[in-house]
């Protein structure tokens, strides 16, 4: 089989532009029962811990807030919506609540996705014993430390990776039947600790950062909204003393200010962890460097380039 070569005028079968959307948004579950009471993990699964009234309420009025921030108060009447939802008893619930300010016109879909369910801290959990596990937990670090029986937040990394990469096909492939001229809007309803890890990956914070992050509160939402440049910001829709509150660091703060309006795919000079981090006193360029030109520009490559296709005959 020999690659047949196609210029862009024979090729009638192109890959459609993808379409970004324009705001992925994750949302904590309401209050549970567990999260009232911690006796509750003794006599009732993990994954069956229901909501309390209260979560229902704060569900509820999460549903009024997120239509009034998709419609821009009911300005824009061209947007949909795509929900990723935990197989939890509390996420489920959340999101049937949620959905109550919907109509069906503006939902797209709905998934349950088990790779953003909760961290599994073992089955029925004893109370004194937990107490005891989670002090050593604090001393050992959050993130690498593996509950007996259950998984570390390093697990729980690695599955929401999975899923990211999923949801990145979903989006690159249409699976989502979105229409372009609507804005589209992912909404995932999941977990603590699970939002947390899920913001890690995507903005690649480092594991010392991700042990400074707190716990979003019930019903909190974080909006990762699309910049101009085509990056994603938690700075567009989200003020400086949220992030604060958040855990952020005035490095990784400046970092979603730089992305709200960044080109995809631009280095960031100014956010240090990305080489400081890493490494001690780099000098700016070799002594004997011959070119201190940047590299051309991807975008620019492409353009310069004949755009060819490669196909089998």
Known sequence: MRPKIETEQNHSHRKPITILPKRIILIRHGESQGNLNSATYTTTPDYKVPLTEEGLIQARNAGIKLHRLLSN???????????????????????????????????IGVREECRIREQDFGNFQVEERMKVVKETRERFGRFFYRFPEGESAADVYDRVSSFLESLWR????????????????????????????????????????????NNPDNCECRVMQLGEGGEYSLAIHHTEEEMVEWGLSPEMISDQKWRASANKGQWNERCPWYLDAFFDSLADSDDNDSCDEPCQDQDELVESCSRIVITEE
Not at 77 to 87: D, G, I, K, T
Not at 178 to 186: A, E, F, I, T
Not at 194 to 200: M, N, P, Q
């Open 170 to 213: 979903d989006i690159d492939m249409n699976r989502l039947r979105h229409c372009p001229s609507q804005d589209l809007n992912l909404i995932i309803i999941s977990h603590g600790l699970t939002s947390r890890v899920f913001l890690t990956k995507w903005f690649k914070w480092t594991v010392e950062q991700f042990e400074y992050l």
């Open 73 to 107: 108060d009911g300005t824009n009447p061209h947007w949909r919506v795509y929900f990723y939802v935990s197989p939890y008893d509390r996420a489920r619930s959340t999101l049937r609540e949620i959905g109550r300010a919907f109509s069906k016109k503006r939902i």
